[in-house]
């Protein structure tokens, strides 16, 4: 079946301008993540949506990051007035919790660049 | 803190067994992961290990724990080309969020 898919692949913003990046989970996944790797690092946590549950933000970076899942679906990462610093690929992951090993299938990435 | 901690980089021969280790911070942590992430691809899922188990077998893959040192190992036997790739390690957290370390390059040279 289809597994996750995020867009647009590549993304090149000037810096100050808002950006948008949306994630398709798979279909049923009652799980969504973000994640953000900067160059040379690992991935680093952003963002859990749960079922109807208030969501985790607790590594969003800062409020110009936000996200809405929207239907219990889609995902959407919102990033205000972007600075190079947000330069990254952002990841976004869902899972099926109640699946056995609770493994988070990941999309191929958004990658942005941030002049 | 919340860092888990890989070598960044590891250069084996074709036929020649791989060994990355990661070290984790939470000694409560369920599960343990490997990902494997090839050039322009996203993250696949190799292996995982229950934190109940001290190894685990997977054709040519051994996960191997220590929850003591809290230290994890992926041994890949009979290393091809094909497994030149980065290798991260996570723990699961509470609220099954992962934390990932920062990756391990595995260059395989023919």
């Not at chain 1, 219990?72 to 990841?91: K, N, P, W």
């Not at chain 2, 409560?28 to 996203?42: F, I, M, N, R, V």
């Not at chain 2, 220590?66 to 890949?76: A, G, M, P, Q």
Request: charge should be negative; proline fraction near 3%.
């Amino acid at each position: 079946g289809a597994g996750v898919s995020q867009s647009p692949s590549n993304k090149v913003t000037e810096k100050g301008k808002d950006v948008e990046l949306r994630c398709d989970p798979i279909s049923g996944h009652t799980a969504l993540y973000w994640y953000r790797q900067s160059l040379g690092q690992g991935l680093e946590f952003l963002i859990y949506f749960q079922g109807n549950s208030a969501p985790d933000k607790s590594g969003l970076p800062s409020d110009r990051f936000s996200a809405e899942r929207t239907g219990g679906s889609v995902s959407t990462l919102t990033i205000q007035r972007t600075q190079q610093e947000d330069s990254a690929v952002y990841l976004c992951a869902s899972t099926d919790l109640g699946g056995v090993d609770n493994e988070q299938f990941f999309g191929p990435g958004t990658r942005l660049t941030v002049l | 803190g919340e860092d888990v901690e890989q070598s960044l980089f590891l250069s084996v021969r074709e036929g020649d067994s791989s060994v990355i280790n990661c070290t984790y911070t939470d000694s409560s942590s369920t599960y343990l992961y490997w990902y494997k992430q090839e050039p322009g691809a996203g993250l696949q899922l190799l292996t995982y290990i229950f934190s109940n188990m001290d190894m685990k077998q997977d054709q040519r893959l051994t996960v191997l724990l220590n929850k003591k040192d809290k230290h994890l190992s992926l041994r890949i036997a009979d290393t091809q080309t094909g497994d030149s790739a980065i290798y991260f390690c996570a723990e699961r957290k509470y609220g099954n969020k992962l934390v990932f370390g920062a990756g391990t390059i595995l260059r395989v040279k023919s």
